[in-house]
């Protein structure tokens, strides 16, 4: 069988490439980026999070306060579990992405490459959806806490405990800072591996289509009946893989 392939990574390059700058996907250079990787997971996830719920105790009697803090740390908490994900799983994201290069479909067949292409479709627009949203809560969860009234009171955009005053300027730029790229990290982390588990979920969904479009009309794929089925099943095993 005449075969193309179209490389789905190349529609998740942007996210390799933040996840690489990130310390959550591997280089040749392992040895100095697994240390830049938990270098910045630690302070990140760790420190950002622990300040969070150290805070917890400071304001137990506060219910109103408590319960506003659980809920961010929850969100914070799961992203802390997908970073760990992805560290554990790297080697099967790197076979999978490898799989990704060479999604087949029969060469000139307009009806299946427009199953590949609707798949595309779907993950790029529910993509960018996601993008829109994680920025736009991002952007004014910064924000807002340095346009409304209590900017002179330098309040930090999440409640968080640290052994110092961070009132005192520069600490108070610079504990605001972490908390803006921490906060940023986490969102990425949640969008890019959602994203990474859609792609793959969207691609073997297509690949599944083709092959029962190929089942219903695998004879016209060879002359020989037999050799139509071995297509079949060889595909059916590669998608397996």
């Not at 100095?32 to 420190?47: D, H, K, N, Q, W």
């Not at 970073?83 to 490898?98: D, G, P, Q, W, Y």
Request: with cysteine; aromatic share 14%.
């Amino acid at each position: 069988m005449d075969e193309v392939y179209h490389d789905w990574k190349t529609t998740i390059n942007l996210n390799i490439l933040l996840l690489k700058t990130m310390g959550l996907w591997p280089i040749k250079k392992e040895g100095f980026y697994m240390a830049y990787g938990s270098l910045i997971s630690t302070l990140v996830v760790a420190c950002h999070i622990g300040t969070q719920l150290i805070s917890i105790y400071f304001v137990r009697n506060q219910l109103e306060t408590v319960v506003a803090i659980v809920y961010i740390l929850l969100i914070n908490i799961t992203a802390s579990f997908k970073v760990f994900f992805v560290i554990i799983n790297m080697k099967k994201l790197n076979e999978r992405m490898i799989l990704l290069k060479r999604n087949w479909f029969p060469k000139n067949n307009h009806q299946q490459k427009v199953l590949n292409e609707s798949g595309i479709k779907s993950w790029t627009s529910s993509c960018w959806m996601f993008v829109v949203l994680c920025v736009s809560w991002i952007t004014f969860s910064m924000s807002y806490k340095l346009l409304d009234a209590s900017a002179e009171e330098k309040r930090l955009p999440f409640l968080a405990w640290y052994p110092y005053d961070y009132k005192i300027s520069p600490l108070y730029e610079i504990t605001y800072g972490f908390q803006v790229i921490s906060s940023r990290y986490l969102t990425l982390v949640h969008r890019i591996v959602d994203s990474l588990m859609y792609i793959v979920n969207v691609s073997t969904k297509c690949q599944f289509d083709i092959l029962s479009d190929n089942l219903r009309k695998f004879t016209k794929l060879s002359n020989d009946f037999n050799k139509g089925l071995s297509v079949c099943v060889l595909h059916h095993k590669w998608i397996l893989r």
